[in-house]
């Protein structure tokens, strides 16, 4: 069993940014790949970035590219989300995922991933 719980969110102004992070528990973080998603009101829960295990290959939806990074410390059990030029359409809950890295990575799909966090809410007013 994987815990993992997310911070860093909060209430932000369009243009600015925030780092979101994601601690891992439970078992060898190196052995998952990881994944962010986001589900504001009435969506559905949609792709964000993901990385493999050991940070060779990251996934963007075409929504963030270019504004959003992910990267990972496995020394410390954490994925980050490191999130600039937030948009109101960037507000949402914001949760990280992870997924067994001994299977195929399909890391835009939900189906994809073991274990989720709670969440944690991002706001950006306009």
């Known amino acids: 069993q994987v815990q993992l719980v997310e911070s860093g969110g909060g209430l932000v102004q369009a243009g600015g940014s925030l780092r979101l992070s994601c601690a891992a528990s439970?078992?060898?973080?190196?052995?998952?790949?990881m994944g962010w998603f986001r589900q504001a009101p009435g969506m559905e829960r949609e792709f964000v970035a993901a990385?493999?295990?050991?940070?060779?290959?990251?996934y963007y939806a075409d929504s963030v590219k270019g504004r959003f990074t992910i990267s990972r410390d496995n020394a410390k059990n954490t994925v980050y989300l490191q999130m600039n030029s937030l948009k109101p359409e960037d507000t949402a809950v914001y949760y990280c995922?992870?997924?067994?890295?001994?299977?195929?990575?399909?890391?835009?799909?939900?189906?994809?991933?073991?274990?989720w966090g709670q969440g944690t809410q991002v706001t950006v007013s306009s």
């Open positions: 995922a992870a997924a067994m890295k001994y299977r195929s990575f399909r890391g835009t799909i939900r189906e994809t991933y073991d274990y």
């Open positions: 439970g078992r060898t973080f190196s052995n998952y790949n």
């Open positions: 990385i493999t295990w050991n940070a060779g290959g990251t």
